[in-house]
């Protein structure tokens, strides 16, 4: 499916999220990422290549979200170096991304998220941007997600700064007493991204962005599916309400292509599924020491 109607050279469109990733044993035993149901270099993937070059191009940051499904990281950490040597081989192999999104859906520990955090950033560089799928329910209030841990925890830690923003799903109450309620809660305005998704009210986002001013962090669609001229009409709605706020755009495309098999399996063998303090701090990465 096209992203034509989607992408011009004036569009508003700042950030473009491609998932999702996940990681499993193909039919060999080897371990194997995975773009949902295919390998990232299927053909079935071909075209998209052209959008996605072509929205960098635009200037267009290109994100690559990992997650989203029960069980990607715990099989990430349960057998790291393959399965991120997998992930950093994808990254390098296009030079098209400038970030990861993590959306975590398995009970994972926060070492753990910490840890890869340090190592994309060490592999990556500080200017690689991570950002974390967060739901609003979880953010008005200090009870865990499905990650087992609370996000302002992570934002409170060392690693915390290298997280950009929060792509928060507002699909619930896309209202400004909703946004206050996060912000009270002691989430930085300026990192909560107010992702929707097609058919939400967006009536209280003049009221958000007026309170908020260049504070707002920004507003995300989730999810396109046969919905092109519906995604367009709602981007220049919202951008009318913008103007010259960051406008950030998620788009679960489920298509990509590019690499071969042997690039894509990983090597080695290393696990840190629960880790402590003293295992994580890796000398190998000074970056990565967890404090």
Request: proline residues 2%.
């Amino acid at each position: 499916m096209s992203l034509d109607s989607l992408l011009s050279k004036n569009t508003p469109i700042t950030h473009l999220h491609l998932g999702a990733i996940n990681f499993d044993l193909d039919i060999n035993r080897i371990a194997t990422i995975y773009l949902n149901d295919y390998k990232p270099f299927d053909i079935i993937y071909y075209n998209v290549w052209n959008d996605i070059e072509y929205a960098a191009k635009l200037g267009i940051k290109i994100i690559l979200t990992i997650g989203g499904t029960a069980g990607t990281f715990t099989k990430l950490f349960d057998n790291f170096d393959k399965y991120y040597n997998c992930l950093c081989l994808l990254i390098r192999g296009k030079a098209l991304f400038s970030g990861v999104e993590l959306n975590i859906k398995d009970a994972c520990p926060l070492n753990n998220i910490r840890y890869l955090i340090c190592r994309l950033i060490a592999d990556f560089g500080e200017d690689f941007l991570i950002s974390i799928t967060a739901r609003q329910e979880y953010l008005e209030t200090d009870y865990p997600d499905k990650c087992a841990f609370i996000y302002r925890d992570l934002l409170n830690t060392s690693q915390g700064k290298y997280i950009n923003y929060l792509n928060s799903q507002f699909f619930l109450d896309y209202t400004l007493d909703a946004y206050d309620d996060v912000i009270d809660n002691g989430y930085p305005s300026e990192k909560l991204i107010m992702g929707m998704k097609a058919y939400e009210d967006i009536s209280d986002l003049p009221k958000i962005i007026k309170k908020y001013g260049d504070k707002f962090g920004g507003v995300c669609l989730y999810e396109r599916l046969n919905e092109n001229i519906m995604f367009s009409d709602i981007i220049k709605d919202i951008d009318k309400f913008l103007n010259y706020y960051d406008y950030h755009a998620v788009d679960n495309i489920n298509e990509i292509n590019g690499l071969g098999e042997d690039e894509i399996n990983g090597l080695g063998e290393y696990e840190i599924n629960g880790l402590g303090e003293d295992e994580l701090n890796n000398k190998k990465y000074p970056s990565c020491e967890i404090l």
